[in-house]
C-alpha cells in the first residue's frame, strides 16, 4: 500500500519561496499511469488543487497559481517537490501530496504539513 509523508518548512516568510518535498513508500513515482498531486487547505476554506507531476515526469498546474508553481522529482529518492514562489499570508495552508490515476486522481494522501506564511 502506498504511503506519501510531506515535509519541509512550517514557516515561511512573505516574498519567499514555499519548498516541501513528498516522500513516498510502497510504490514508485515512475509506475506508469500514475499522478502525483499537490494540494492545499487555507484555514476556514475548502480545498484547492495545486498541480500534478506525471509518472512520465510531465507536470500541469492550475492556472490560478501556475505563475507561481514549480513541480520536480528526484526518482534516486521516491520522492517529489512543491515551490511555491512570491508567497503571501494568503498561501498559509495544511499543504498535502496525493497519489492517483485514470477517474480518481487524489486517491491516496498524505497527512498533511502546516504552512504558516509570516514576518
Known amino acids: 500500500q502506498v504511503q506519501l509523508q510531506e515535509s519541509g518548512p512550517g514557516l515561511v516568510k512573505p516574498s519567499q519561496t514555499l519548498s516541501l518535498t513528498c516522500t513516498v513508500s510502497?510504490?514508485?513515482?515512475?509506475?506508469?499511469?500514475?499522478?502525483w498531486s499537490w494540494i492545499r487547505q487555507p484555514p476556514g476554506k475548502g480545498l484547492e488543487w495545486i498541480g500534478y507531476?506525471?509518472?512520465?515526469?510531465?507536470?500541469y498546474y492550475s492556472p490560478s497559481l501556475k505563475s507561481r508553481t514549480s513541480m520536480s522529482r528526484d526518482t534516486s529518492k521516491n520522492q517529489f517537490a512543491l515551490q511555491l514562489s512570491s508567497v503571501t499570508p494568503e498561501d498559509t495552508a495544511v499543504y498535502y501530496c496525493?497519489?492517483?490515476?485514470?477517474?480518481?486522481?487524489?486517491?491516496?494522501w498524505g497527512q498533511g504539513t502546516q504552512v504558516t506564511v509570516s514576518s
Open positions: 496525493a497519489r492517483g490515476s485514470g477517474q480518481e486522481l487524489l486517491a491516496s
Open positions: 507531476i506525471a509518472y512520465s515526469g510531465s507536470t
Open positions: 510502497g510504490g514508485s513515482i515512475t509506475a506508469n499511469y500514475y499522478y
